[in-house]
């Protein structure tokens, strides 16, 4: 699993020759390296430094250049592999890019002097840091540009990777960038990712979320399209995963809302069918104002071949549809239950006994209307044996 998650990032990872490999992992490198380019004979340096091997380079290489080129900008890189950090040191110091770096291997005295150097140093523009040493503890609000390279499979390490340059202090808008290899077991990795923050907003804040997936963790019944090996290896030749994912649960939201809209309360439709359409439109349209600085991200990432974009906190709203859904099913299903009820006690089913009141209700007898009374008193002539009937009151009427 983890070939294929280099593959992801960088062919170069594949080779042999970084630190701290064993001879065992150098050897089974080659074998590698023999199935990627079969017949051939390939230099290290000529695949490094191969834009075309590594798309992600490819956009983030062009937008170091813009950031660069506009003066004030500071980029924390994240990446979890060791690896792709020596593969974009690299990169790096090609471009004559001044930046620090810092991995599990760094000691203490050096890595408080290389954060120093970051959040004080203006001509310090790159921090390559290993996701799991930047999680915690780090403060560095100089940076307003981060960028997740590879996604992880717990997404609180990629959060707390994010926290480091969004915290107190921070005086300018960071924005985050993740890169993701379309096609690869990265789409894989994300979409757990969102799996979990959604469980995670439906703990900690009761939020209702859209229905995204149709997989269970820890079901094997259930594994949809999240769980198991079937999923893994799965291959995604043209579709892209995560697009197809977010736009179809969209537009069931929006299919429900427009399909239930008769039988909504009033003024209900409107608001979630309204929040379906715009949910749909922030993943399929950009209805945000466009500005120089979004233009020319949006040039590069489709020039670099980029084929989809979505804001991820998007993803995590909560879904005004989802809580209608649910509240009909909820309804639907009481409906059913009394039902039940009723027909149980139709086929003589002991019917359940109404709980004691105490202290018990006074036994009051409210007051007999006009027609009441009359027929009482025909009843009171009868049994004093006044008249033989209903028949005989006119005759007991003249004698009076």
Same mark, same amino acid.
């Given at each position: 699993?983890?070939?294929f998650?280099?593959?992801?990032n960088?062919?170069?990872?594949?080779?042999?020759?970084?630190?701290?490999?064993?001879?065992?992992?150098?050897?089974?490198?080659?074998?590698?390296?023999?199935?990627?380019?079969p017949?051939?004979?390939?230099?290290?340096?000529?695949?490094?430094?191969?834009?075309?091997?590594?798309?992600?380079?490819?956009?983030?290489?062009q937008?170091?250049?813009?950031?660069?080129?506009?003066?004030?900008?500071?980029?924390?890189?994240?990446?979890?592999?060791?690896?792709?950090?020596?593969?974009?040191?690299?990169?790096?110091?090609?471009?004559?890019?001044?930046?620090?770096?810092?991995?599990?291997r760094?000691?203490?005295?050096?890595?408080?002097?290389?954060?120093?150097?970051?959040?004080?140093?203006?001509?310090?523009?790159?921090?390559?840091?290993?996701?799991?040493?930047?999680?915690?503890?780090?403060?560095m609000?100089?940076?307003?540009?981060?960028?997740?390279?590879?996604p992880?499979?717990?997404?609180?390490?990629?959060?707390?990777?994010?926290?480091?340059?969004?915290?107190?202090?921070?005086?300018?808008?960071?924005?985050?960038?993740?890169?993701?290899?379309?096609g690869?077991?990265?789409?894989?990795?994300?979409?757990?990712?969102?799996?979990?923050?959604?469980?995670?907003?439906?703990?900690?804040?009761?939020?209702?979320?859209t229905?995204y997936?149709e997989?269970?963790?820890?079901?094997?019944?259930?594994q949809?399209?999240?769980?198991?090996?079937?999923?893994?290896?799965?291959?995604?030749?043209?579709?892209?995963?995560?697009?197809?994912?977010?736009?179809?649960?969209?537009?069931? #939201?929006m299919?429900?809302?427009?399909?239930?809209?008769?039988?909504?309360?009033?003024?209900?439709i409107?608001?979630?069918?309204?929040?379906? #359409?715009?949910?749909?439109?922030?993943?399929?349209?950009?209805?945000?104002?466009?500005?120089?600085?979004?233009?020319?991200?949006?040039?590069?990432?489709?020039?670099?071949?980029?084929?989809?974009?979505h804001?991820?906190?998007?993803?995590l709203?909560?879904?005004?549809?989802?809580?209608?859904?649910?509240?009909?099913?909820?309804?639907?299903s009481?409906?059913?239950?009394?039902?039940?009820?009723?027909?149980?006690?139709?086929?003589?089913?002991?019917?359940?006994?109404?709980?004691?009141?105490?202290?018990p209700?006074?036994?009051?007898?409210?007051?007999l209307?006009?027609?009441?009374?009359?027929?009482?008193?025909?009843?009171?002539?009868?049994?004093?044996?006044?008249?033989?009937?209903?028949?005989?009151?006119?005759t007991?009427?003249?004698e009076?």
């Amino acid at each position: 699993m983890n070939l294929f998650v280099e593959i992801s990032n960088h062919v170069i990872l594949i080779f042999p020759g970084f630190k701290g490999e064993t001879d065992e992992q150098r050897a089974r490198k080659r074998e590698y390296v023999k199935i990627a380019f079969p017949g051939q004979v390939v230099r290290q340096a000529d695949v490094m430094y191969g834009d075309e091997l590594c798309g992600k380079w490819q956009v983030l290489s062009q937008l170091l250049d813009i950031w660069k080129a506009e003066g004030d900008n500071k980029v924390l890189i994240f990446s979890k592999s060791v690896k792709v950090l020596e593969m974009l040191e690299g990169q790096l110091q090609r471009k004559n890019f001044n930046f620090s770096y810092m991995d599990g291997r760094t000691r203490q005295e050096d890595r408080m002097r290389s954060l120093d150097k970051f959040n004080n140093d203006p001509e310090v523009f790159v921090f390559l840091i290993s996701t799991l040493v930047g999680g915690t503890g780090l403060n560095m609000t100089s940076a307003n540009k981060v960028v997740i390279f590879d996604p992880n499979w717990n997404p609180a390490h990629d959060l707390q990777a994010m926290d480091r340059a969004y915290r107190f202090g921070q005086k300018r808008d960071v924005n985050v960038y993740r890169l993701l290899g379309a096609g690869a077991l990265e789409e894989l990795i994300y979409a757990r990712q969102i799996y979990k923050q959604q469980q995670m907003q439906i703990g900690y804040e009761a939020s209702v979320q859209t229905r995204y997936f149709e997989g269970v963790q820890g079901s094997k019944s259930h594994q949809g399209e999240l769980f198991g090996l079937k999923n893994i290896f799965k291959l995604h030749e043209t579709a892209l995963a995560t697009k197809m994912i977010i736009e179809k649960a969209n537009l069931a #939201e929006m299919n429900w809302a427009l399909a239930n809209m008769d039988t909504a309360p009033d003024g209900t439709i409107k608001e979630y069918t309204d929040n379906a #359409e715009r949910n749909l439109a922030d993943f399929m349209l950009d209805d945000s104002p466009p500005t120089s600085q979004t233009d020319r991200i949006s040039d590069i990432l489709n020039n670099a071949g980029v084929t989809y974009t979505h804001d991820h906190q998007n993803v995590l709203l909560a879904s005004h549809v989802e809580r209608n859904i649910t509240s009909a099913a909820i309804a639907g299903s009481k409906r059913e239950d009394g039902e039940a009820v009723v027909t149980l006690a139709n086929e003589g089913a002991p019917e359940k006994k109404a709980a004691s009141i105490w202290p018990p209700r006074r036994k009051t007898t409210s007051p007999l209307g006009s027609i009441s009374r009359l027929e009482a008193r025909v009843e009171a002539l009868i049994e004093m044996g006044l008249i033989q009937g209903r028949s005989s009151l006119a005759t007991f009427g003249h004698e009076l």
